[in-house]
């Protein structure tokens, strides 16, 4: 399991500790971006603490370069090292570590597991409105955009085999952040790969702060709605404009 961190302090023992008593058996690479806060440091803890029996692992990064980079040097680790598949999952408790068991069971039938804020209508715990609804829509204009035949193309919280890794020339993807989940899933369906989804329900993060929800990206999702949703005001005005 890749769980890159950022800034995660409050949350990381609890969260490993909560990971590593399930009854699926799943080894962790911590992925910190030199977390200010110290994330590193109790991860490196971790590693060498008796519960963790060998089971946690961290790569240091040297500068915070966003969730793609981190995910890129997670998954390239896990290859090196001869894993047959890797689970992409947060630090915040937003992903409930129970719903590995359906993840892996669902892995047995599917190339990638896609744990899924959208299968059963919006599964989603205590989220602003408007955020579940920035995140519902941004995977609708995706779905719209990319012909994504995915419900969740933004989770965070995934399967992907070895192989799929190993096919999706993981040298070029440049996004970062949520689209990053998005143009794997792209890539993935490109390739030919079953992509199976599982319902999950999110949470939103017990401790710390978002680094994700604001700035570019959530624009690069919204703005063509902006604009899909102006579209009629925008040609009235032109068409004013086009008579005076
Ligand atoms: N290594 C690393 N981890 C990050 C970075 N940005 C976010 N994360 C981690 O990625 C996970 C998801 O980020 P989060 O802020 O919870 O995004 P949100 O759930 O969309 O609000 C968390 O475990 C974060 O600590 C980053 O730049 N580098
Ligand atoms: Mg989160």
Not at 77 to 98: Q, T
């Amino acid at each position: 399991m890749v769980v890159p961190t950022y800034n995660e302090a409050d949350n990381i023992e609890k969260f490993v500790e909560a990971v590593l008593k399930q009854p699926v058996r799943v080894d962790l690479l911590i992925v910190d971006d030199n977390s200010p806060d110290g994330t590193g440091r109790l991860a490196d803890a971790l590693v060498l603490s008796p519960s963790g029996g060998g089971r946690v692992h961290v790569l240091h990064r040297t500068a915070k370069e966003g969730l793609g980079r981190a995910y890129l040097a997670g998954f390239a680790w896990a290859m090196e090292h001869g894993y047959e598949a890797v689970v992409e999952m947060d630090a915040d408790f937003s992903h409930d570590p129970l719903y590995l068991q359906s993840l892996l069971e669902a892995a047995g039938e599917a190339d990638v597991v896609i744990g899924s804020r959208y299968l059963n209508g919006i599964s989603v715990i205590n989220w602003p409105l408007h955020r579940i609804l920035l995140s519902w829509a941004a995977n609708r204009y995706v779905q719209t955009v990319t012909r994504l035949r995915v419900n969740d193309c933004t989770s965070g919280f995934r399967l992907y085999h070895r192989r799929v890794l190993e096919a999706l020339d993981l040298a070029s993807v440049r996004s970062n952040g949520y689209s990053f989940q998005v143009e794997m899933t792209f890539r993935a369906q490109l390739a030919g790969f079953r992509i199976a989804e599982v319902p999950i329900i999110f949470t939103e993060r017990r401790a710390g702060e978002s680094k994700l929800s604001k700035g570019v990206i959530w624009e690069s999702f919204v703005m063509p709605l902006k604009l899909r949703w102006r579209e009629g005001t925008l040609k009235k005005r032109m068409g004013r404009l086009e008579k005076t």
